[in-house]
T-cell receptor
Framework: GESVGLHLPTLSVQEGDNSIINCAYSNSASDYFIWYKQESGKGPQFIIDIRSNMDKRQGQRVTVLLNKTVKHLSLQIAATQPGDSAVYFCAEKTEGQNFVFGPGTRLSVLP | KAGVTQTPRYLIKTRGQQVTLSCSPISGHRSVSWYQQTPGQGLQFLFEYFSETQRNKGNFPGRFSGRQFSNSRSEMNVSTLELGDSALYLC????????????FGQGTRLTVV
């Protein structure tokens, strides 16, 4: 069935550098996308969302880019900090359906 | 306002037993979804309840069931537990709307021995 997948299972970046986490989705009917951050022992925490009628959305230190042509979603984290170390999930939603989550990318921030 | 509350946080059960997990959504949220999270399968959707009715269901066996009460609190039940049911069970609540973010609780860590 339709699914959301990630290109890289792990990502290591130097503190202060920018991070880019990628996500591929296959359901062209998906109209809403979310990035979640999950720290050890906690539930997923909302980071940022974007609707299918947008290409880019910015938050505090984070930017989500949506490329519907190639069904690609990315999360950019500026000036990555140690507190950003976590597993990041993308999720897609189609109207009438529930969220479908990708397998997650573990981000490690190196000192 | 208070976030999504799941109880208990940790649970150890024996194969063949049954278990009931509880979720209290954010006040005013009427949609509650349950997910199973395992290292091998990631986050998998179990079911969603809205106004006491099951609205969507994932691909899990009938041993997994749930319900929602009039105050939007939800419970999920797993009967005849198997070792493979060991996982983090997450509950998420959403406000009414077509596409709104889901707020997750901290989950219940179930270990089946």
């Amino acid at each position: 069935g339709e699914s959301v997948g990630l290109h890289l299972p792990t990502l290591s970046v130097q503190e202060g550098d920018n991070s880019i986490i990628n996500c591929a989705y296959s359901n062209s009917a998906s109209d809403y996308f979310i990035w979640y951050k999950q720290e050890s022992g906690k539930g997923p925490q909302f980071i940022i969302d974007i609707r299918s009628n947008m290409d880019k959305r910015q938050g505090q230190r984070v930017t989500v880019l949506l490329n519907k042509t190639v069904k690609h979603l990315s999360l950019q984290i500026a000036a990555t900090q140690p507190g950003d170390s976590a597993v990041y999930f993308c999720a897609e939603k189609t109207e009438g359906q529930n969220f479908v989550f990708g397998p997650g990318t573990r981000l490690s921030v190196l000192p | 306002k208070a976030g999504v509350t799941q109880t208990p946080r940790y649970l150890i059960k024996t194969r063949g037993q049954q278990v009931t997990l509880s979720c209290s959504p954010i006040s005013g949220h009427r949609s509650v979804s349950w997910y199973q999270q395992t290292p091998g399968q990631g986050l998998q959707f179990l079911f969603e309840y809205f106004s006491e009715t099951q609205r969507n269901k994932g691909n899990f066996p009938g041993r997994f069931s749930g319900r929602q009460f009039s105050n939007s609190r939800s419970e999920m039940n797993v009967s005849t537990l198997e070792l493979g049911d060991s996982a983090l069970y997450l509950c998420a609540s959403r406000a009414q709307g077509v596409s709104t973010e889901a707020f997750f609780g901290q989950g219940t860590r179930l270990t089946v021995v």
